[in-house]
Nanobody
Framework: QVQLVESGGGSVQAGGSLKLSCAVS????????MAWFRQTPGKEREGVAT????????QYADSVKDRFTISQDNANNTVYLQMNNLKPDDTAMYYC??????????????????WGQGTQVTVS
């Protein structure tokens, strides 16, 4: 059974940093696309970043480029999202998601079959 468990959310002031974690189990982690999405009430879900676990190739949404970094710890099947210079617009529920094999050209949620429960990030 695939499980994705996020942690690391919280409240922070603008300009601050947070690091989210996503622990993955029950999955062929070595060749998968791992992603972070975010969503606020009344808004569409936004793909934030992806990493292809085999090559560590990454992709970012323009809104977070140069501020957020997605990374992985293959030994522990964990994906991270380091978020720096946070802005109030970054406030959202953040979700970890996965799909087999390659990352899509666009970070579209419909292509990801497994999701975590989410962790809240609030920037004031």
């Amino acid at each position: 059974q695939v499980q994705l468990v996020e942690s690391g959310g919280g409240s922070v002031q603008a300009g601050g940093s947070l690091k989210l974690s996503c622990a993955v189990s029950g999955y062929t982690y070595s060749r998968a696309c791992m992603a972070w999405f975010r969503q606020t009430p009344g808004k569409e879900r936004e793909g934030v970043a992806t990493i292809y676990t085999s090559s560590a190739k990454t992709q970012y949404a323009d809104s977070v480029k140069d501020r957020f970094t997605i990374s992985q710890d293959n030994a522990n099947n964990t994906v991270y999202l380091q978020m720096n210079n946070l802005k109030p617009d970054d406030t959202a529920m953040y979700y970890c998601a996965s799909k087999p094999l390659y990352c899509p050209p666009q970070i579209a949620g419909a292509l990801f079959g497994h999701w975590g429960q989410g962790t809240q990030v609030t920037v004031s």
